[in-house]
């Protein structure tokens, strides 16, 4: 779970992918204040301008969970012009293509996940997303979402599949301002939880 910060500090627990992204190339990422929301603190992503990398900026973080299940849950506030994506990958074979886990994303407005219809997420307010996943022996080839909008309603879908059958090892977990247009994505009280399992 990321602490708290000073407003305008980086995140303390992740990486800030491009490393030349701060802060002059107009992608920033830094903690923000929120009276209106409860612990005051979140973490900002913006891209300030069109035409930038597609992919950037990017937090990053490398768990390197293994077996058990995997609970990642975080709050997310999309901008108007937001696109957010965040994969869950196995990138520890050098050399060897990247594995694709759950993978979902936000755009225009609405959720993005495989093989489903997009799905209404309301804009510029604080949503929760609940993914949860079973690795190592007992992965799947598929992960549960939980959606939980800002009156409090739910949305679950279970048994979603993700684009590399094989995958069952959480080496890297990113957030990313996909796209090429200006964008900025509020994250708070990201969590991530490994369990064994019986």
């Known amino acids: ?7 305008g500090a980086r995140t303390a627990l992740a990486k800030i992918e491009p490393t030349w992204a701060w802060p002059h190339y107009g992608l920033r990422v830094a903690v923000a204040a929120d009276t209106a ?9 913006v891209e300030e301008r069109r035409g930038l990398e597609a992919w950037a900026p990017m937090v990053v ?3 390197a969970h293994r077996e058990g299940r995997t609970r990642l ?4 506030q999309p901008g108007r012009t937001a696109h957010l994506a ?10 060897f293509a990247t594995q694709l886990g759950p993978q ?14 997009p799905i209404e997420i309301p804009r510029e307010q604080w949503s929760r997303l609940t993914l949860t996943v079973a690795l190592g022996r007992r992965a799947t080839g598929a992960f549960d979402l939980t959606l939980t909008r800002p009156d409090g309603t739910s949305q679950t879908f279970p048994g979603i599949r993700y684009r ?24 708070d009280n990201i969590t991530l939880v490994n369990e064994p399992l019986p």
Do not use: M, Q
């Open 86 to 95: 965040v994969s869950l990958e196995d990138r520890s074979a050098k050399g």
């Open 104 to 117: 979902l994303g936000i755009r225009d407005g609405k959720l993005l996940i495989l093989g489903h219809a």
């Open 61 to 63: 973080y490398t768990p």
């Open 37 to 45: 929301r409860p612990g005051n603190r979140y973490l900002r992503i």
């Open 1 to 7: 779970h990321e602490p708290l910060a000073p407003c």
């Open 164 to 187: 590399t059958p094989g995958w069952n090892f959480l080496h890297w977990l990113s957030f990313s301002s996909a796209g090429e247009d200006a964008g900025t994505v509020g994250l």
């Open 73 to 76: 849950s975080f709050e997310v």
